[in-house]
């Protein structure tokens, strides 16, 4: 039973990431990324449109410096001029998408549940015949 239990808090821990999203703030990027909690990554839109995501941001003087990939894994430094950025974005809590995660994972695990069952209970059947 622990085992179960175990296994099914890791199945719901990796749907975690599904209950956010990136939303636009007016805050300005120097007090995003200030201590004493600053943000892990921000996704910038800059004056061209492209959209880079840029990971341990930190501002110094009139550019963003940050990396393009999760600590850990490679990586390449990125250098943003504060100029050039057109809107910011920070991940955020998305209600909707919790409650859409919520529903399909407990529709598929119920809908596994009476599979499982609906097995179990034939093979008990077969069993009891003596065809097992």
Do not use: H
Request: with cysteine; charged share 15%.
């Amino acid at each position: 039973m622990l085992f179960r239990r175990t296994v099914s808090m890791l199945l719901l821990a990796a749907y975690l990431p599904v209950c956010t999203a990136y939303r636009l703030t007016d805050e300005p990027l120097a007090q995003l990324t200030a201590s004493p909690k600053p943000v892990g990554r921000v996704c910038v839109t800059k004056l061209n449109g492209i959209q880079v995501e840029v990971w341990e941001p930190r501002v110094a003087g009139d550019t963003l410096f940050g990396s393009n990939a999760a600590p850990g894994k490679a990586t390449a430094g990125v250098a943003i001029a504060l100029a050039d950025i057109q809107s910011t974005e920070v991940r955020k809590f998305d209600t909707g998408r919790t409650v859409v995660a919520v529903v399909v994972i407990g529709g598929v695990l119920t809908l596994a549940g009476l599979v499982m069952k609906s097995v179990m209970d034939d093979t008990m059947k077969w069993s009891s015949l003596g065809y097992w």
